[in-house]
């Protein structure tokens, strides 16, 4: 009630402060006709004349730009200077009026704005012509005495005018805010100055000879229109800055709602505004978006107004200037508006709506058109792919569930527990243990086979729901296959703890159950491993669980703890950890190579090294294998020192031939856990003269979201220049927001969905979300196992970089992966041959 008071009460006062200005207007006028005599000029200048230069001053402004601000200044005050000295009092305060009259006729101000105007600016004009003639005294114009009285009258008559005005803003609007007294405070450090020193310098020219006004107005008409065609293209070349922020900030959002509110916050900072809003439009009905002072998005359920509807049939930007009505909307009252439509993909539209500038900032113009509509197209494009990508990640989420879930229990399947795993055993303290359980129902096979598959699914079932129930949330139970089930406990405490559990899953799975009125009694065994006692893998520890249960098939109370002598597969890791030590001392590995290439042309640009070891005893030893050993035992460090020397010579042979590619080297996640790393690093790239920036150095998913010691790790090596990059990505689970802040620049795609997508719709959709979030973020996309053509061809229609794989080239002993580079491309020139398969199928 109070504040409809005070809008009904709100035109009265501003009617009674015209009414104000207007008798002191009057008043100062007849003032001027007492006290100041009607001395004749010999050079006069006709009152007439000075009306017409007040109102082209009015009406060709110029504007003062400074960052985010812009003023409008005329040139009305040099005419107020000319009409100081050379026109007779009264015939100067006829020639302001009349000036300034016929310009708001022109700009169609209403009679309110007309009136306040006049009698603002004849005010102005005559309290100007009172203190130019108190302080000039008898002195003429061109004497110091002239021209202080002259500087003292322009700075009043602005001083005046500009209060009045702000008195005008502040009756009609409320209290002028600080962005309305910007524009102010620049124009207060550059106008007043300007006019005066302009005005003391033509004033003294025509009192010298007249006949330079002529030649004064056609150079500063010159200058003037040299300075609004510069200030025009300023400002265009600020606007595509102010777009591409725009751009950027919209780019780095990914929720519709933060879309929303930063794209109706930015455009109304940008384009110095006080409201915004985006009508979504929907048949008959509409939801108008509006954004607060803080940010925060508000919605209200409404009919599009007449505005909305006019842009949406039209589907042309509007643009009602300040004062300008040739189109009455009375629905929702603005002092000037700018309106566009929004098209929100094929199934919705909108209008985005621009009000209100502050009273003491120019107008909107063409060229706020211009950028406004720019700036909604981009946030269309920004809502629309972001409802897309919505969609794409709903779609892929559930594909990527059904891929790590089983489908009968709802369990983690087998991929899903081993990414467990590995990222429990990148995460385990030194002081916990870690322990895996691998359970299977003894006789099931018999209850299958004699009860049906029905009865046999029933007891998966219920078997999966009591061990949910025993395990708790904070462990991982996987069904494995058939009968066979596997929990993951990521931290214990003691043996004790992990055998109490694994006892606790097998009473509560042996408990007798109902299923079709047949009361059955199952039977279970469960074998238990701990790391890193028993494995650094997930392969080595479900193998030594595996060798757990069937010797708990044998045990009283059918739960059994890994026991080393019992696995005859150890002695093949003593003996490979023996011979790993001699064989890295003696140079017995190999490091092959396998390249990587521009999609779009097949350009090599650079290698990824791949380790290579032939035991003279076990034949061929799959890095898969091999590595846990390294990690186990320690030999992790010196195996990736001597990977490094070998890739970075051969690296250093690759530039020596002329050919800047760029080598890949793996990275254990256990390297990220060495202090030593970064310094050994910097050591090696010193040593083989290498550009850093040539070496990228790869990690899984899994081991670059372990924890903030290797994110610090991280951000050291990439101090070094050297690149950082995901490799199998897609296979892990990270964090978007903390990967956003690592320091990568490549993402390779995990070969497992590059190379069926051709044939797998679900594959195709991760490879292409995964596509656009890593160029999204600024990241190079790389696809794994690329083994036909058409999957080269599809990967470039979805805006992949770069791709290796078998239909490129095999990974390649050095000497012939060389001789194959030399034979596809000339060296810098990087002129393509056809593209052919290696005559070697070494394997990658």
Not at 221 to 242: D, F, I, P, S, V
Not at 260 to 275: D, T, Y
């Amino acid at each position: 009630m109070r504040r409809r008071r005070q809008r009904q009460s709100q035109p009265l006062r501003v009617y009674t402060f015209v009414g104000m200005i207007m008798l002191l207007a009057a008043a100062s006028g007849l003032l001027v006709a007492a006290r100041v005599p009607a001395v004749h000029v010999g050079r006069a200048i006709p009152w007439p004349i000075l009306g017409a230069a007040v109102l082209g001053a009015s009406l060709l402004p110029i504007r003062f730009h400074t960052e985010r601000q812009t003023m409008n200044a005329d040139l009305g005050s040099l005419a107020i200077g000319l009409g100081l000295v050379f026109t007779r009092p009264l015939g100067m305060l006829l020639a302001v009026g009349l000036g300034n009259f016929a310009c708001v006729l022109i700009r169609r101000n209403s009679a309110v704005k007309v009136a306040l105007n006049v009698a603002n600016f004849v005010l102005g004009a005559a309290l100007a012509i009172l203190v130019f003639h108190t302080v000039a005294g008898s002195a003429r114009p061109i004497d110091p005495r002239g021209w202080l009285s002259l500087c003292v009258a322009l700075f009043v008559n602005e001083l005046a005018t500009m209060l009045v005005t702000f008195g005008a803003v502040w009756l009609s609007t409320g209290r002028p805010s600080r962005s309305q007294l910007d524009p102010v405070r620049l124009y207060l450090r550059i106008g007043p100055p300007l006019n005066a020193a302009v005005g003391i310098i033509v004033v003294t020219v025509v009192w010298i000879q007249p006949w330079t006004m002529v030649l004064l107005f056609g150079v500063g008409l010159a200058l003037a229109l040299g300075y609004r065609a510069a200030a025009t293209m300023r400002a265009r070349y600020n606007n595509l800055q102010l777009l591409y922020g725009f751009t950027v900030k919209l780019a780095d959002l990914s929720g519709n709602d933060e879309v929303l509110a930063v794209g109706l916050s930015e455009a109304r900072s940008l384009l110095r505004c006080q409201r915004s809003e985006l009508c979504l439009v929907d048949g008959e009905e509409g939801v108008r978006v509006s954004v607060d002072g803080e940010g925060k998005l508000t919605r209200e359920i409404c009919e599009p107004g007449e505005v909305e509807r006019h842009v949406l049939s039209t589907e042309k930007p509007l643009l009602v200037p300040r004062g300008r009505r040739e189109l009455e909307w009375h629905e929702r009252p603005f002092d000037d508006l700018m309106a566009v439509s929004v098209q929100l993909g094929d199934d919705a539209t909108g209008a985005m709506l621009l009000k209100d500038r502050p009273g003491a900032s120019p107008t909107f113009d063409h060229e706020d058109l211009r950028l406004f509509t720019a700036m909604a197209a981009h946030l269309g494009t920004a809502l629309t792919s972001g409802r897309r990508l919505d969609r794409l990640r709903h779609e892929a989420a559930a594909r990527e569930h059904e891929a790590l879930h089983d489908a009968l229990t709802g369990l983690a399947n087998r991929t899903l527990f081993t990414q467990w795993v590995e990222d429990a055993l990148a995460r385990r303290h030194p002081s916990q243990l870690l322990a895996v359980l691998l359970m299977d129902l003894d006789g099931f096979k018999e209850i299958n086979d004699t009860l049906g598959h029905h009865t046999g699914d029933g007891i998966l079932k219920e078997a999966a729901a009591r061990v949910i129930a025993t395990v708790g949330p904070s462990r991982l139970a996987a069904r494995l296959g058939g009968d066979e089930f596997a929990i993951v406990v990521p931290t214990a405490a003691s043996e004790d703890e992990v055998l109490g559990l694994a006892q606790a899953v097998h009473d509560a799975v042996t408990r007798p159950l109902t299923i079709d009125s047949l009361v059955l009694a199952p039977r279970a065994s469960v074998g238990v491993a701990l790391a890193p006692a028993h494995g650094s893998d997930a392969a080595t520890l479900l193998k030594s669980a595996d060798v757990a249960m069937y010797a708990a098939k044998t045990a009283i109370r059918k739960v059994a703890l890994y026991d080393p002598e019992v696995d005859q597969n150890t002695t093949r890791r003593l003996v490979l950890a023996t011979e790993l030590r001699r064989a890295i001392g003696a140079n017995e590995l190999e490091v092959w190579y396998q390249p990587v290439a521009q999609l779009r042309d097949g350009m090599v640009t650079g290698f990824e090294a791949l380790l290579r070891w032939r035991h003279p005893e076990f034949g061929p030893v799959s890095p898969n294998e091999f590595i846990p050993v390294a990690e186990q035992t320690g030999l992790i460090e010196p195996l990736t020192a001597w990977v490094l020397r070998d890739a970075l010579y051969h690296l250093r042979r690759f530039h020596d031939d002329g050919y800047p590619v760029s080598l890949a080297v793996n990275l254990s996640a256990r390297s990220l856990l060495d202090v030593e790393i970064v310094e050994r690093m910097r050591r090696v790239l010193a040593e083989s003269g290498v550009k850093p920036s040539s070496l990228t150095l790869e990690l899984t998913e899994s081991s670059i979201m372990v924890d903030d010691r290797s994110e610090r790790t991280l951000s050291k090596l990439a101090e070094l220049d050297v690149n950082i990059a995901i490799d199998d990505f897609g296979t892990g689970y990270s964090s978007l927001s903390r990967l956003k802040r690592l320091p990568v620049k490549t993402v390779k795609i995990d070969r497992s969905f590059v190379n069926t997508m051709c044939s797998d719709e679900g594959n195709e959709a991760i490879v292409r979300t995964t596509i656009e979030l890593a160029r999204n973020m600024g990241h190079t996309v790389v696809a794994e196992g690329v083994e036909d053509r058409e999957t080269w061809n599809r990967l470039i229609e979805l805006g992949c970089d770069e791709a290796q794989g078998y239909f490129l080239a095999a990974a390649l002993p050095p000497e012939e992966c060389h001789v194959w580079l030399r034979s596809r491309q000339s060296p810098s020139i990087g002129q393509v041959r056809a593209l052919r398969r290696p005559t070697r199928a070494a394997g990658a």
